[in-house]
């Protein structure tokens, strides 16, 4: 048994639902699958003494997890005043149209198609509920419109599917852009270099205590498998499939489709740069 704080990002064991920081609270989604690990990850942000809280990512369209949501905020005293979206995957917000029914809040996002309500999100923007406050951080890479949260109070942040709890994410072009990955990974390393994050909420898996250590193996491992690529490519490995099949062997084979995206944007970004 590998020691998780060995790992990056040094993974909390244990129960992934419950709370994670002094206003942050997981609720587990049922939809677990080798895409979405244990389930997407729903959160209740709130201040410990105020009865609002805010709700990233509802998850999928699934009644019994969005009440489950509402169920917990209350039990805990609170009201659910906002929504927001890390972005559009519809295991992070297919629900957010009947959990703003059940709650009765508008839903913030950086897609205008995803929002209910006039406000969106854009970066620099200060979101305040309750005396809580989350500072909006552009995040593309994995999508165009990812987002991330940085909840100072809890030197935390909320990184949707930009980093995971386990493994890596997937640059899922065309949307997706590797360039825009690469950007938004510093991005969030100076949040925890600068700023003091020590801890990662994500999209998916367990929470992360070592901010900086995540996003360095993160850099590390994407420069790691553009030179696989770039060399697979010199060698005559030509369609994205075949890179695939050559640099991924290692990996399961259910997870081939994903990893053939990731790979499209490498070699995007590697002919974008005159490598290939």
Not at 197 to 206: A, N
């Amino acid at each position: 048994m590998t020691d998780a704080a060995a790992l990056p990002g040094r993974p909390r064991g244990g129960i992934l639902s419950g709370p994670a920081t002094a206003r942050a609270v997981n609720v587990l989604a049922p939809n677990a699958s080798p895409m979405t690990l244990d389930g997407t990850n729903t959160w209740i942000l709130a201040e410990p003494d105020s009865e609002l809280a805010v709700v990233v990512d509802p998850g999928p369209l699934d009644d019994v997890h969005l009440r489950n949501v509402v169920a917990t905020a209350e039990k805990a005293g609170k009201r659910v005043a906002l929504t927001l979206l890390t972005h559009g995957h519809p295991d992070h917000a297919a629900g957010a149209g009947r959990f703003a029914e059940l709650t009765g809040t508008k839903v913030r996002a950086l897609d205008p198609a995803l929002r209910l309500g006039d406000e969106g999100l854009a970066h620099g923007d200060v979101i305040t509920v309750g005396g809580l406050e989350l500072l909006v951080v552009p995040t593309p890479g994995h999508t165009a419109d990812s987002l991330c949260f940085h909840l100072p109070a809890d030197r935390a942040v909320l990184t949707g599917d930009t980093v995971l709890g386990r493994g890596t994410t997937v640059v899922a072009h065309p949307d997706g852009r590797l360039g825009d990955y690469l950007d938004s990974l510093r991005r969030l390393r100076s949040l925890s270099v600068d700023d003091g994050v020590q801890t990662v909420l994500p999209g998916h898996g367990p929470v992360l205590d070592d901010a900086q250590g995540v996003v360095e193996f993160y850099l590390a491992h994407r420069a790691h498998r553009l030179a696989q690529v770039e060399t697979a490519v010199e060698n005559g490995y030509r369609s994205p499939g075949e890179v695939v099949a050559h640099v991924y062997a290692d990996v399961d084979r259910s997870l081939w489709p994903a990893a053939e995206l990731s790979v499209r944007a490498q070699m995007d970004y590697l002919q974008e740069h005159g490598l290939i």
